[in-house]
């Protein structure tokens, strides 16, 4: 029998005719939520098509910064969809096709965003042009939430409304007394390139100087003096047979970089065939530590080099004053070269006119089919003469407004300090900056200029290939674009991005804007012509490679894969990036070889807690010094040479933690490359953030496997790629086989079983892949005390080694033939020490994910263990970080991390603040402090792979699932899998005679493997 009785909560309940109990009955709250307040117009509001550009006008995000459209004031707390944006759903994931052309890398992109925020890039595989994205592109969506960034327009310091700022820049530019001259990077934009045009008709007195911060002025001379038309040869590498690279490390940022995906397709062995490399350089580059045969030698040589070459390849005078090895060498290369035909090609990196004419002229000789004059590279048009001119002009007077976009000349130019001054005579100077640099400090007006990820823009690449670049972000500060500006000053009501579609009509042949916008790249002819040069290529600034001989050290400047030329020296991701070679970071310092080093009493040090120390010079060139550099002794640098990396050294507008090194622009007279220096041993001890101490593989061959194209060819595989085996019953066994299991194997049969598989050949040790692996999956950056520690926190390290004789091949004999204890202690030693011309090799390590994990077994609250789909998994709330799984992984790859990184102001990296903490993935865990962290195969993306499929009733096609790591390799060096899959390139990979694990002896039988690497060691 039920109760008749009645429960109330509130003595209200019992009025009958109480209004507010009816309320609460229907909604939790009794007064209506101010909903327009927020939204805006209430009337128009249900009317509104919402754009993804305007979607955060509607939605707040616990940021000042991204919240109500355009940084109107600051959010506390984070305000729910009242209004869903169109094509915005919460949790999922939208890609936009852009493009990253910030006159130094131009690159394709694909944006990720997530409830409205760019968190990550990704290639755009449909770019033709050139490979994906480099370690800088990828750490550019860091940069956008930067709190360094100018936030609104300035006039003497002070913050103006963009109307006041336009008032008094066009009454100062309508009385200029001199030449209005516009100094901007190389933009290749039709459109701007239209824009500026226009702005000069109005003013007429207008002159527009291209500036590159570093320059390619030598090539740019010589292919406009051949051909008429200021650009670069394109190459195609997917089409060489044999390269010979004179100082050019085209695997980097030679002539703007990406050339490396097209020339790791011809590094893979395929049907007994494959590309050879030849390099003489003076620094150990990229390139030259990923040549088949490398050769160190002065910058002062290598002109001589190509003189010898041109006379062997196309005739002329074919003697040298070379070193009898390097002749040698030479000869061998041109006769290579003469056999490969079409298929061979000459690059050159030097900066020198005739020597870079040579190239030209040695490469239609062989009548390459690499290099392509006929739709040649534009993404570099700087002109050194014209800049040198600029400056004259500037002091003397002449120059009665000067508006300078995308640069930071004061910082950059060789001769800033007298571009300063300059600066001082000039009535108006207007800096479109990016954020308070050296260079708007000292102008009067600086107009705040927004990302790339907030900007519309068209790119030309090449003369048929363009690129569109979108906002995938409504302006998170009161900033406008540089070309927005100029239409305003052109008395042009238009927008750029009306402006770029008018630029456009009719140009897109039979696609339509929305299709072309669509896939972020085309292929056109250019509706305006490229600017001319003003003084038809012979700048004033020629640099002559013959100054160079004589007695003294020779400085070859260059850029590094993590900073470049310095626009992003405030990203933390590229700080704590290791260099390649070095594996140092946080740094930029001067190499030396061993010999030269003992010579000037340079020392480097490993001390107690495992840091590296080095010793400081002075570097002189002419008058110029820059004082205290590091020292950092470089296994394969040429002696007589010395490398230092540009890009370091700000100060302005940088966080202190990430006012690093020092700036050798001021060395870089003449805008080349290449100077003579004095060197001078300067008191101090540096301590360097060093993650790899241990340079050479000791003739450990089950680390690197490796062997010679014609071993390759003529050999089984088990002599090249020998399985490590175990005595089984006084019988040798291969460690592959399951009757020396002694554990129990796990059912791989049900659904997918994930492999990743990573080709010693095709990778370049780029480091695209670590910065993507950040950005996917939050990894934490700690700083340069921490590193030193090496308590670095990357996921995926790529470890780079130096042979230590000659090849790895003879370090193996060296290493085998070693027999009794004098010999042991004398050799084992010196197997330590890299050669003076090592052979390199770089090897991508993550978890390996083992079958048989041995940290799984020593875990003791089960915090990590193994997943049906073969991931090593970690638990982050179980674990209680005893780091029983860190000693007993053979491989070192996992992480504890000692701090809580974000919001401590120990570790300010931008996650410290709500702006830069936009860049978080939310599919990921933060991980607080105490617990290991390591690897996890992406398993956020594995997994949405298989729900999308499941969702929409199909399978899985090859090819969908992807890492971070995997999806960034452009070159094909990670390929990442269902081995459950027959049809799979996975599969394929595994099956492989190349396919080895590492460290097999050991038994944990991984799921990543390795793909030997193979020298093509033949000499024509």
């Known amino acids: 029998m039920s109760s008749n009785k009645k429960y109330w909560k509130s003595v209200e309940e019992l009025n009958e005719n109480s209004s507010v109990v009816e309320t609460l009955q229907q909604k939790e709250f009794a007064e209506e939520i101010p909903v327009e307040d927020f939204l805006g117009d209430k009337e128009n509001l249900g009317d509104s098509k919402t754009s993804r550009r305007d979607f955060l006008k ?51 992109v694909l944006v990720k965003t997530r409830e409205g925020r760019p968190i990550k890039i990704e290639n755009n595989d449909l770019s033709k042009f050139k490979g994906g994205a480099n370690a800088r592109v990828h750490a550019s969506v860091l940069s956008l939430y930067d709190t360094k960034r100018v936030k609104r327009p300035m006039i003497e310091g002070r913050n103006v409304s963009w109307e006041e700022f336009d008032r008094e820049v066009g009454t100062a530019l309508e009385n200029a007394s001199g030449e209005i001259v516009l100094l901007t990077q190389t933009f290749a934009s039709p459109s701007t390139s239209k824009l500026i045009q226009e702005f000069s008709s109005k003013y007429g007195n207008v002159r527009h100087v291209v500036y590159d911060t570093v320059s390619e002025d030598a090539a740019l001379n010589a292919f406009q003096s051949k051909y008429g038309r200021r650009a670069l040869p394109n190459y195609d590498f997917s089409k060489v047979k044999t390269v010979v690279g004179v100082g050019a490390d085209f695997l980097a940022d030679w002539q703007g970089g990406g050339y490396d995906a097209a020339f790791a397709k011809t590094r893979i062995p395929e049907n007994g065939d494959m590309s050879r490399h030849i390099q003489f350089e003076s620094n150990m580059s990229l390139t030259g530590a990923n040549a088949d045969k490398r050769v160190p030698l002065k910058p002062s040589q290598q002109k001589a080099v190509m003189s010898a070459l041109r006379g062997y390849v196309a005739g002329g005078s074919s003697t040298s004053d070379l070193p009898a090895s390097v002749d040698d060498a030479v000869v061998k290369a041109a006769r290579q070269l003469r056999q490969a035909g079409s298929g061979a090609v000459v690059v050159c990196g030097i900066p020198d006119d005739e020597a870079q004419s040579w190239a030209l002229e040695i490469n239609e000789a062989l009548g390459s089919r690499v290099m392509d004059t006929s739709n040649a590279r534009v993404i570099r048009q700087g002109n050194a003469g014209e800049v040198a001119q600029l400056v004259e002009d500037m002091n003397n007077g002449s120059v009665g407004a000067l508006l300078i976009a995308g640069l930071n000349p004061v910082h950059t130019l060789p001769n800033g300090k007298e571009f300063a001054e300059g600066l001082k005579q000039v009535e108006t100077v207007v800096d479109f900056a990016t954020r308070t640099d050296e260079t708007s400090k000292l102008s009067k007006y600086v107009a705040a200029t927004p990302h790339y990820l907030e900007s519309w823009g068209d790119i030309q690449f090449s003369e048929k290939s363009f690129s569109l670049m979108q906002p995938t972000i409504r302006p998170l500060f009161d900033t406008r674009q540089f070309q927005d500006t100029l239409l305003r000053w052109s008395d042009n009501n238009s927008s750029y991005y009306e402006y770029i579609k008018e630029t456009w009509s009719g140009g897109l042949g039979d696609r339509n804007w929305s299709e072309v916008l669509h896939d972020g790249v085309f292929e056109a002819s ?24 004589g007695e003294g050290f020779e400085l070859t400047l260059y850029t590094n894969t993590a900073i470049g030329d310095g626009q992003q020296a405030n990203n933390p991701w590229l700080q704590e990036l290791p260099d390649p070679l070095s594996r140092a970071s946080w740094d930029n310092y001067v190499t030396v070889s061993k010999a030269d080093a003992e010579e000037l009493g340079l020392e480097n040090e490993n001390v107690a807690n495992g840091g590296l120390n080095g010793s400081y010079v002075n570097l002189s060139v002419g008058d110029t010094v820059v004082q205290n550099v590091p020292v950092y002794i470089m296994p394969g640098q040429a002696k007589g040479s010395v490398g230092l990396a540009l890009g370091y050294g700000r100060k302005a507008g940088i966080q202190e933690e990430m006012q690093t090194g020092v700036n050798a622009y001021p060395l870089y007279k003449n805008f080349s490359s290449v100077q003579k220096v004095k060197i001078e041993k ?116 790529i470890d780079r080694y130096f042979s230590s004789e000659d090849t790895f091949t003879n370090d193996l004999e060296k290493k085998e033939n070693i027999g009794g204890l004098g010999s042991s202690l004398s050799e084992f030693g010196e197997l330590e020490q890299p050669a003076d011309n090592p052979q390199v090799v770089f090897q991508p390590v993550m978890c390996q994910h083992c079958n048989h994990a041995p940290c799984e077994t020593v875990c003791p609250v089960a915090a990590t263990s193994h997943g049906r789909q073969g991931q090593n ?39 410290n603040n709500d702006l830069g903490r936009m860049v978080l993935n939310p599919d990921v865990t933060v991980r607080s402090r105490g617990v290991m962290e390591k690897c996890s195969m992406c398993i956020q993306k594995t997994q949405k792979t298989i729900l999308d499929a499941k969702r929409e009733g199909r399978t899985i096609e090859d090819g969908e699932f992807q890492t971070a790591c995997s999806a960034a390799c452009d070159k094909g060096a990670m390929v990442f899998g269902d081995v459950n899959n027959e049809d799979s390139k996975i599969l394929e990979k595994k099956n492989d005679d190349r396919m080895y694990h590492l460290l097999e002896y050991v038994g944990t039988k991984p799921n990543v493997m390795y793909q030997t690497k193979v020298r093509n060691t033949t000499e024509a």
């Open 58 to 108: 509607y939605v707040g995000f616990s940021t000042a910064a991204a919240s109500l459209a355009a940084c109107e004031g600051p959010v506390v707390k984070s305000i729910p969809y009242v209004v869903q944006p169109e094509r915005i759903v919460p949790g999922i994931a939208n890609y936009y096709a852009s493009t990253i052309a910030d006159g130094f890398d131009f690159a394709s």
């Open 526 to 549: 250019s509706p305006v012509a490229l600017p001319a040069s003003a003084n038809s290529g012979s700048s004033s600034v020629s640099f002559n490679m013959d100054e160079m001989e």
């Open 682 to 797: 300067a008191a101090g001890v540096h301590e360097f953030a060093c993650v790899q101490l241990h340079n050479t593989l000791m003739g450990r061959g089950d680390i690197i496997k490796e062997t010679s194209l014609e071993i390759f060819n003529t050999k089984d595989a088990h002599v090249w790629n020998h399985v490590p085996e175990v005595s089984l019953d006084h019988q040798e066994t291969p460690v592959t086989s399951p009757d020396v299991d002694i554990w129990e194997s796990f059912d791989r049969s049900t659904g997918p079983h994930f492999n990743l598989s990573i080709d010693l050949n095709a990778c370049t040790g780029c480091g695209a892949c670590v910065i993507a692996c950040h950005s996917e999956n939050n990894v934490p950056v700690v700083g340069r005390e921490e590193v030193r520690k090496s308590r670095d926190m990357h996921w995926l390290r």
């Open 873 to 911: 998994q970690m638990i982050y709330n179980r674990c209680v970080g005893t780091r029983y799984c860190a000693n007993n992984c053979p491989y070192k790859v996992r992480r504890f991390n000692w701090f809580n990184y974000a919001q401590n102001d120990e570790f300010d990296y931008h996650m």
